[in-house]
């Protein structure tokens, strides 16, 4: 078997069973804590798992050649930092139509939209995190406002509250989301 992390070819030594193996082998002990890994090739094909422990049904006998692409971290936070304008905006829209939705009382589709508008607004609030940490920025008073009122929405929605989400949504998180535009200025 031939592996090549980032073009070049690293010998591993042990005994593995499957491709889940090499994989945790290569995580823990060939990659630095400064990379990730984006992308996997096996046999020459692009790979990934279409459910969880996927690569332990690969046998060691039948991957030929295993290669591993990583990213820097900081790139990759970089990158999201300088994109992060469209991602704000993207839920500014979602938040016009969701509080727009409750204030018509059509809740079902209101809901259906502030699910996955909720997925997408902690996924952004992690990844600020991270991009804080690793490139040592300054978002504390920004991510503690984001928080807060993030307690404040799920708070109103558990309540069934609707013209209060709507309120939430429309007059405190949209002119939070513009101001958090501010955060590019860090996209060092």
């Given at each position: 078997m031939k592996i090549l992390i980032d073009g070049t070819e690293t010998?591993?030594?042990g005994s593995f069973g499957n491709l889940e193996e090499v994989l945790?082998?290569?995580l823990r002990n060939r990659i630095s804590g400064g990379k990730i890994v984006c992308t996997v090739?096996?046999?020459g094909e692009n790979y990934s798992e279409k459910a969880p422990h996927d690569a332990r049904k690969i046998e060691i006998g039948d991957i030929y050649t295993l290669e591993i692409g990583t990213t820097d971290k900081t790139e990759i936070c970089r990158s999201f930092l300088e994109n992060?304008?469209?991602i704000f905006d993207d839920l500014r829209e979602s938040v016009q139509k969701i509080s727009g939705l409750f204030r018509m009382a059509d809740e079902k589709e209101a809901n259906r939209h502030f699910v996955k508008f909720l997925e997408s607004y902690r996924d952004l609030i992690q990844m600020l995190r991270q991009s804080e940490g690793i490139l040592k920025l300054d978002f504390?008073?920004?991510l503690v406002s984001l928080e807060k009122l993030s307690d404040e929405i799920i708070a109103a929605q558990e309540k069934e509250d609707w013209i209060m989400l709507a309120d939430l949504l429309e007059y405190e998180l949209a002119p939070l989301l513009r101001g958090a535009l501010r955060l590019r200025?860090?996209?060092?």
């Amino acid at each position: 078997m031939k592996i090549l992390i980032d073009g070049t070819e690293t010998p591993l030594s042990g005994s593995f069973g499957n491709l889940e193996e090499v994989l945790q082998e290569i995580l823990r002990n060939r990659i630095s804590g400064g990379k990730i890994v984006c992308t996997v090739r096996l046999n020459g094909e692009n790979y990934s798992e279409k459910a969880p422990h996927d690569a332990r049904k690969i046998e060691i006998g039948d991957i030929y050649t295993l290669e591993i692409g990583t990213t820097d971290k900081t790139e990759i936070c970089r990158s999201f930092l300088e994109n992060s304008g469209m991602i704000f905006d993207d839920l500014r829209e979602s938040v016009q139509k969701i509080s727009g939705l409750f204030r018509m009382a059509d809740e079902k589709e209101a809901n259906r939209h502030f699910v996955k508008f909720l997925e997408s607004y902690r996924d952004l609030i992690q990844m600020l995190r991270q991009s804080e940490g690793i490139l040592k920025l300054d978002f504390q008073e920004n991510l503690v406002s984001l928080e807060k009122l993030s307690d404040e929405i799920i708070a109103a929605q558990e309540k069934e509250d609707w013209i209060m989400l709507a309120d939430l949504l429309e007059y405190e998180l949209a002119p939070l989301l513009r101001g958090a535009l501010r955060l590019r200025g860090a996209d060092a």
